[in-house]
């Protein structure tokens, strides 16, 4: 069994923060979430101690076979009126191509319809991040629109693809 078989994802803990911090800080990953890196170690633990008992957000840990860190998988603004919610997701660079992103997305998706009782999971991706689009079309989520210059990075406006995945299109695959 290949060590993407063994994947898994678990709870966010503060001994994964470090991990976290390295990843929130590459400007070439937080360029494709629309967000800005350079985030202190303090203030991502604040953000931690913040949110540690939130409702509406989960954060997990992607592990490879051996129980090491490969990437970082959130659910936020999670709705329990409207039973939806925005997935993330970073592999970090070292660990890109090996097949973990589609695996952990798998994963997460089994968790918002299977335990969290979602009706539809929702992502932003950049349109230029041919990579990503690939990777979400691969687990079934489906291209619902564009936002039109909806995120300010590096100096420029970006354009914003919606994706998003349906309870009952999931439970039929």
Known sequence: M?????????????GDLLFVHLLDN??????????????????LTQIYDLHILDQAERRFI???GHGIRVGL??????????RNCEFQIIIAPEYEGKGYAQQATK???EYSFKVLNMHKVF??????????????EKCHFKKEGLLKEAFYVNGKYRDALIMALLRSEFLSL
Do not use: C, G
């Not at 290949?2 to 503060?14: F, Y």
């Not at 360029?31 to 303090?42: I, V």
């Not at 932003?124 to 990777?135: G, Q």
């Open 2 to 14: 290949s060590d993407i078989q063994k994947i898994k994802i678990r709870p966010l803990e503060r």
């Open 26 to 43: 590459n400007a070439n990953i937080m360029r494709y979430w629309f967000e800005e890196p350079f985030f202190s170690l303090d203030e």
């Open 62 to 64: 992607v592990e490879d």
């Open 73 to 82: 998988v959130e659910l936020i603004d999670i709705n329990t009126i409207h």
């Open 107 to 109: 994963l997460a998706l």
């Open 123 to 136: 992502l932003y991706a950049d349109p230029d991040n041919a990579k990503a689009v690939y990777i979400y």
